[in-house]
Every structure is written in structure tokens, then in C-alpha cells.
């Protein structure tokens, strides 16, 4: 599959999550609904159409590109803390069964 088609695939599959038709897409992003609708069929987008959609869609334009940029944007958006803390834990030696133990004592202290 080449890469048109792997963006088209992509651009319908986040079109169909966000229950929208082409045409509803199209008069949120200026791009034809018959634009949208070749390009979802894997031709040829310009840089342009495709940032109009990826800005009515919410997602960045890199992320069509490739799947790293999604997983960087979902860390960005909440993960980076839970990483974060997580390293910091295993610098102070505090194993994930540590923290296990731990939640289950909180869990059994009296009320």
C-alpha cells in the first residue's frame, strides 16, 4: 500500500470515528466533500487539503505521516506525567510489586 492510500485509509477511518459524513467534513474544512473523497480512496492530496483536514479532525498533520506522531501526541497530552513518574520511581529503587504491596495495605487499613 502506498503511502496516498495509507492516509486516505487513515483520513476515513478518523472521519467514521468522529460519525461524519464527507460533506460534513468538507464544510467544516473548506475541502470539497469529493476532494475528501478521492483522497479517503488513496489519490493525491496537497499539503494544503491535507492540513485542512487534519485541523477539522483535531489531529496534527504529522500523525498522517506516521503512527510515532500520534503516540507522541497522546504522551503530550497526559501520559508524559505517568512516564515521568515512573522513572523517577525506579531511580529511588521503588519496584511496581512495591507499590502493589503498598495498595493493598492502604486497601486493608480500617475505616
Known sequence: MNLDEQIG?????????????????????????????RIENGHPASLQALKKLSDSYDITLASLFCEDAEVLEKLKDGGVGWIALGKEMEKRGITPEYIEHLINVIRNLPR
Do not use: F
Not at 13 to 36: D, F, L, N, P
Open 9 to 37: 485509509r487513515k483520513l476515513k477511518k478518523i472521519r467514521k470515528e468522529k460519525e461524519m459524513t464527507t460533506r460534513e467534513v468538507g464544510e467544516k474544512s473548506g475541502v470539497s466533500y469529493s476532494q475528501i473523497s
